[in-house]
């Protein structure tokens, strides 16, 4: 009982711990990390550097992938995203529900299609350029 109560708990630790993938375009410039993200949804006026895409799969509602995308933003010192896709993705799996053996014994595996619709939001990291 105990055992399975760990396993819960570690299952809800490591779920709460999904971090978007970030894929970044320049290997020579790093930056420090932010305290601060804008969240944007057309290009800023001001002149800025993309170094950096973003992607989040975890689904959820739009300020928690939001704020996983910030997050991410912040660690690799971005001071805006600007939401640049949002995809709804359908994928259906088959699940082995029973064997069925017929009277002459041959197996006959039985499936049922599952359906799962997943949320891919990009986004790209920009660095504003100072005058």
Avoid at 30 to 48: A, C, G, H, K, M
């Amino acid at each position: 009982m105990i055992r399975n109560t760990w396993l819960v708990i570690l299952f809800i630790f490591l779920t709460g711990c999904a971090t978007p993938e970030a894929e970044i375009l320049s290997k020579t410039d790093s930056y420090p990390p932010t305290t601060n993200i804008e969240v944007l949804l057309d290009r800023p006026t001001r002149p800025f550097k993309s170094f950096a895409i973003l992607e989040d799969t975890y689904g959820g509602t739009p300020e928690e992938i939001n704020g996983r995308l910030s997050r991410k933003a912040q660690q690799i010192g971005a001071d805006a995203i600007i939401i640049s896709s949002i995809n709804d993705k359908a994928v259906t799996e088959w699940l082995l529900v029973d064997p069925y053996y017929n009277a002459r014994g041959a197996y006959r595996p039985r499936y049922r299609p599952i359906k799962h619709v997943y949320r891919s939001v990009r986004a790209r990291a920009i660095k504003y350029l100072e005058k």
